[in-house]
C-alpha cells in the first residue's frame, strides 16, 4: 500500500539524513535560509537542469543558451525597472520584531478562512493595511496584531566596487537571469545567424532580499532560475504565449510529475509591459503556489534596452525587410523550486507485506541521483568482484557501491535517494557471471548477464 502523506518536515529531514540538502552555514548556526546541495542532492539538481536544457535548447528548434555575467552594468537595472520599483510591501510586528509581507498575510488569512474574490494584487498599500487591521490580522509568529505601516522593501541585493574606498559604484547582484538574455540579443541574434522566432536560453543563479524566505528552498535569498525567451513577431505573440504554456506543462509532466497536483493560474493584475501572464502551480505541502512563470512581455524589455543603450534593437526580416523590435515570450521556473517539487512529488511511504514501511523516493530514473548501486551480498566473498563491476559502470553513470549491513537495509538506503536499481553480485556472479538487478518501484529481480547491465540500466534512464 503506497501514501504520498507527504509534509515538508519529512522532506526536509529526509534531506538532511540522506545528503540531499543541508542547512547552509550550519556548524555557525546557519545562515537565515541559505541551503547547500549534498552529494545526492547535487545529483538530482543537475539532472533536472540537463532534462530542461534538453527540452529548451538541444530539442528546441532556433533556441540558444548563453552563460551571463550575475554582476551586470547598473543602468541595466534602471532600464529593466528593477532599481525603481523591484520592491515588496512590508510590515513589522512591533511586539515580537518579525517582518512580514503585507500581501501574504492577507492571502494566508483568506486562505485558512476560505473568503474568496480579494484580488490582493490589486490592492493598494492602504486597502492591505486597512484589510488587516479590519481584520485584525494577527502576526503568524507571536499571535499578536501590533503592526507597523507597509513600507515598501528593496529586493536587490546590492555590492559596491572600485578600486579606492571613496570611489565606489554600486552594482547589483543580479535578482532575475532574465536581463542577461535580453542584453544578449543581438550577440546572439549576428553571431548565430538567428532568424526571428528564436529563443535564448539560460541557467543561473539570482539573488533576492527577499522579506519572508522560508518553506525550505520554496523561496530562498540565492536561487537558480530557467529561463527561456522567445523572441517573436507582434502578431505571433498569443500563439507563442500558448505554446509555451503547454511546453512548461510538458515539461513538467515528462519529468513524472503528477498531473492532478498542476494546474494553471493567469495573473489577476498584469505587471504595466504584460500582455498576458501565467502561472503552472503545484500543490505542495504548503498547498497551492507558483512553480513558474510564462509571461507576454511585449516589446517592453528591448525597447527599453533601447532607449537606455542607445543601441538599436530594431530586428530587420532578411525577407520581408520589415524593421521591428521583436516581442518576447519568457518562461521561467526556479531550479529550487521544481526540485522541491520533484522531491514532494517522488516522496512515498509504502507498507510492504512483511508490515514494515518503507520510504521510497519514485523518481523517473533519468533524475535519480545514482542510476544504480552494486552491492556485494557477502563483502569477503563477493566484494572485489562487485568493486571490478562499480568500477565499470561509474564509466558510464553515477553508480552507488554499497557493502556495509543487511542486504535488506542497504536497498532501503537506496530506495530513500531513489536510486532505480540495485545490483546483487552473489555465488552466481562468481560461476555463471550474473547478477540481480532488483527494479526500486516494483522489487521485482531480473537475472542479467554482467556484459548486459550496462546496457540494460542505460536504455531505463533515457530522457
Ligand atoms: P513569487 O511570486 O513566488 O515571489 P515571482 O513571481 O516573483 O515568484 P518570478 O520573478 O516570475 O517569480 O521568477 C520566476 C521563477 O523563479 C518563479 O516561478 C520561481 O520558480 C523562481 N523563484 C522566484 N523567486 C524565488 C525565490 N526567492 N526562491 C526560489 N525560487 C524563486
Known amino acids: 500500500m503506497e501514501n504520498n502523506n507527504v509534509t515538508m518536515d519529512k522532506i526536509v529531514s529526509?534531506?538532511?539524513?540522506?545528503?540531499?540538502?543541508?542547512?547552509?552555514?550550519?556548524?555557525?548556526?546557519?545562515?537565515?535560509?541559505?541551503?547547500?546541495?549534498?552529494?545526492?542532492?547535487?545529483?538530482?539538481?543537475?539532472?533536472?537542469?540537463?532534462?530542461?536544457?534538453?527540452?529548451?535548447?538541444?530539442?528546441?528548434?532556433?533556441?540558444f543558451g548563453v552563460d551571463a555575467a550575475i554582476l551586470m552594468n547598473s543602468k541595466v537595472w534602471e532600464a529593466s525597472g528593477h532599481t525603481t520599483s523591484f520592491s515588496d510591501p512590508k510590515m513589522d510586528c512591533k511586539e515580537c520584531k518579525t517582518r512580514h509581507r503585507a500581501d501574504n498575510l492577507i492571502e494566508n488569512y483568506c486562505s485558512k478562512h476560505k473568503i474568496d474574490g480579494v484580488v490582493v494584487d490589486k490592492m493598494t498599500n492602504e486597502e492591505m493595511e486597512n484589510f488587516i487591521e479590519e481584520h485584525k490580522i494577527a502576526c503568524p509568529v507571536c499571535g499578536k496584531h501590533n503592526f507597523t505601516p507597509i513600507r515598501q522593501f528593496k529586493l536587490m541585493f546590492e555590492t559596491s566596487r572600485g578600486v579606492t574606498q571613496d570611489n565606489t559604484d554600486t552594482i547589483y547582484l543580479r535578482p532575475e537571469t532574465a536581463q542577461g538574455e535580453f542584453v544578449n540579443?543581438?550577440?546572439?541574434?549576428?553571431?548565430?545567424?538567428?532568424?526571428?522566432?528564436?529563443?535564448?536560453?539560460?541557467?543561473?543563479?539570482?539573488?533576492?532580499?527577499?522579506?519572508?524566505?522560508?518553506?525550505?528552498?520554496?523561496?530562498?535569498?540565492?536561487?537558480?532560475?530557467?529561463?527561456?525567451?522567445?523572441?517573436?513577431?507582434?502578431?505571433?505573440?498569443?500563439?507563442?504565449?500558448?505554446?509555451?504554456?503547454?511546453?512548461?506543462?510538458?515539461?513538467?509532466?515528462?519529468?513524472?510529475?503528477?498531473?492532478?497536483?498542476?494546474?494553471?493560474?493567469?495573473?489577476?493584475?498584469?505587471?504595466?509591459?504584460?500582455?498576458?501572464?501565467?502561472?503552472?502551480?503545484?500543490?505542495?505541502?504548503?498547498?497551492?503556489?507558483?512553480?513558474?512563470?510564462?509571461?507576454?512581455?511585449?516589446?517592453?524589455?528591448?525597447?527599453?534596452?533601447?532607449?537606455?543603450?542607445?543601441?538599436?534593437?530594431?530586428?530587420?526580416?532578411?525577407?520581408?525587410?520589415?524593421?521591428?523590435?521583436?516581442?518576447?515570450?519568457?518562461?521561467?521556473?526556479?531550479?529550487?523550486?521544481?526540485?522541491l517539487t520533484v522531491l514532494c512529488d517522488a516522496y512515498r511511504e509504502e507498507k510492504l507485506e512483511d508490515g514494515e514501511t518503507r520510504v521510497v523516493l519514485k523518481l523517473a530514473p533519468f533524475l535519480a541521483p545514482y542510476k544504480a548501486c552494486v552491492l556485494p551480498l557477502i563483502k569477503k566473498t563477493h566484494g572485489e568482484k562487485a568493486k571490478a563491476l562499480h568500477t565499470l559502470l561509474a564509466k558510464y553513470f553515477m553508480c552507488d557501491y554499497d557493502e556495509s549491513g543487511s542486504i535488506g537495509k542497504r536497498y532501503r538506503r537506496q530506495d530513500e535517494i531513489g536510486t532505480p536499481f540495485a545490483i546483487t553480485v552473489d555465488d552466481d556472479t562468481l560461476n555463471n557471471g550474473t547478477v540481480t538487478i532488483r527494479d526500486r518501484d516494483t522489487m521485482k529481480q531480473d537475472v542479467v548477464k554482467i556484459k548486459d547491465v550496462k546496457n540494460y540500466i542505460l536504455s531505463k534512464c533515457e530522457y
Open 185 to 339: 540579443f543581438l550577440n546572439v541574434q549576428r553571431s548565430m545567424r538567428a532568424k526571428v522566432p528564436f529563443g535564448i536560453a539560460q541557467i543561473g543563479k539570482a539573488f533576492r532580499n527577499e522579506i519572508t524566505p522560508g518553506n525550505f528552498i520554496f523561496r530562498t535569498i540565492e536561487f537558480e532560475q530557467m529561463e527561456h525567451q522567445l523572441f517573436c513577431k507582434e502578431c505571433d505573440d498569443e500563439k507563442f504565449y500558448n505554446l509555451y504554456k503547454q511546453k512548461a506543462w510538458n515539461f513538467l509532466v515528462g519529468l513524472g510529475i503528477d498531473q492532478t497536483k498542476l494546474r494553471f493560474k493567469d495573473h489577476d493584475k498584469l505587471a504595466h509591459y504584460a500582455k498576458n501572464a501565467c502561472d503552472i502551480q503545484y500543490n505542495f505541502p504548503i498547498g497551492w503556489s507558483e512553480l513558474n512563470g510564462i509571461h507576454n512581455r511585449t516589446n517592453y524589455d528591448l525597447s527599453r534596452h533601447q532607449e537606455f543603450s542607445g543601441k538599436s534593437m530594431m530586428y530587420l526580416d532578411p525577407i520581408t525587410n520589415e524593421k521591428y523590435i521583436p516581442y518576447v515570450v519568457e518562461y521561467s521556473i526556479g531550479a529550487d523550486r521544481l526540485m
Open 14 to 63: 529526509l534531506c538532511k539524513s540522506r545528503g540531499i540538502i543541508f542547512q547552509g552555514s550550519e556548524i555557525y548556526g546557519g545562515m537565515g535560509n541559505t541551503w547547500d546541495y549534498g552529494p545526492v542532492g547535487v545529483e538530482i539538481k543537475n539532472n533536472i537542469k540537463r532534462a530542461w536544457w534538453k527540452k529548451f535548447v538541444q530539442e528546441s528548434e532556433n533556441s
